[in-house]
């Protein structure tokens, strides 16, 4: 009768530290990928404010280009407005 119990207690200690060593290695691999999506969700914001970064350059550029052809226009009608009077 002890070596019965003897036994099935050997077997419910190695059922045991099977189950802790898969549990623990399943710890293991959940923290790593909650490290590696965390470090994609990383790179993603880093790609987000550079997008954000080079739409407002772009729309700075843009907007800058925007006043100087305005400018260019306003010159050109000033030379023709000057050039009309100094023509009358």
Known sequence: MEDVLGSYLLLVMMLLSIAVVVW???SIVVTF???RQ???N???KALLRENQRLRSLLA???K???LRKVHRI??????SNHASRNIA
């Open 24 to 26: 623990f290695c399943c």
């Open 33 to 35: 990928l909650k490290m």
């Open 38 to 40: 965390g470090q994609k």
């Open 42 to 44: 990383l790179r993603y």
């Open 60 to 62: 700075d550029t843009t």
């Open 64 to 66: 800058e280009r925007r």
């Open 74 to 79: 306003e010159l050109v009608r000033r030379r």
